[in-house]
Antibody
Framework: EVQLVESGGGLIQPGGSLRLSCAAS????????MSWVRQAPGKGLEWVSI???????YYADSVKGRFTISRDNSKNALYLQLNSLRAEDTAMYYC??????WGQGTLVTVSS | DIVMTQTPLSLSVTPGQPASISCKSS???????????LYWYLQKPGQSPQLLIY???KRLSGVPDRFSGSGSGTDFTLKISRVEAEDVGVYYC?????????FGQGTTVEIK
């Protein structure tokens, strides 16, 4: 059974950094394309970043240069490093395998 | 970026009655490989999104056959033949023919 469990969210001040983790089971992260999608409170879905099996990574313009997606094949995990955080980055962050499997999300709140 | 526009934004349906959601894209979602990359997700209250339909009309395994997708090019429709109480939530269309993946604003379905 495919499972995705996100962690690492929390309350952080503007300008701060966080690293989100997504622990995967039931499949191999490195053999799939994996994404992060976020949802601001009460708002719709916004694609954030993707990493393909070959290692290529892409970002939404809103996070380019501030966020970095990566994976650890030995831990079968996906990560999202969030730097220079802004209030508008406040959202639930979901880890997604392919287009069909979503984790339960981890909440990032950027506030002073 | 491809803009996805859903209508209506909210829908109140009597159980057993049909419902229909429209999704229009600003560019054709027909790929040179012959596939059309239009997906439908349902986000039930308090849950992460779940995939219902992919490639316009293909139901994910386990999705009830009262859900159907249709359309081509830039115009797409999700139909629920007979709405049930468990169908409440927010429905999103999404394109993934090109990055960034983009979502419609979401359509909230409630039961009368």
């Amino acid at each position: 059974e495919v499972q995705l469990v996100e962690s690492g969210g929390g309350l952080i001040q503007p300008g701060g950094s966080l690293r989100l983790s997504c622990a995967a089971s039931g499949f191999t992260v490195s053999s799939n394309f994996m994404s992060w999608v976020r949802q601001a409170p009460g708002k719709g879905l916004e694609w954030v970043s993707i990493i393909y099996s070959g290692g290529s990574a892409y970002y939404a313009d809103s996070v380019k240069g501030r966020f970095t997606i990566s994976r650890d094949n030995s831990k079968n995990a996906l990560y999202l490093q969030l730097n220079s955080l802004r209030a508008e980055d406040t959202a639930m962050y979901y880890c997604v395998r392919g287009k069909s499997s979503w984790g339960q999300g981890t909440l990032v709140t950027v506030s002073s | 970026d491809i803009v996805m526009t859903q209508t209506p934004l909210s829908l109140s349906v009597t159980p057993g009655q049909p419902a229909s959601i429209s999704c229009k894209s600003s560019q054709s979602l027909l790929h040179s490989d012959g596939e059309t990359y239009l997906y439908w997700y349902l986000q039930k209250p308090g849950q992460s999104p779940q995939l219902l339909i992919y490639d316009v009309s293909k139901r994910l395994s386990g999705v009830p056959d009262r859900f159907s997708g249709s359309g081509s090019g830039t115009d797409f429709t999700l139909k629920i033949s007979r709405v049930e109480a468990e169908d409440v939530g927010v429905y999103y269309c999404m394109q993934n023919i090109q990055l960034p993946w983009t979502f419609g604003q979401g359509t909230t379905v409630e039961i009368k």
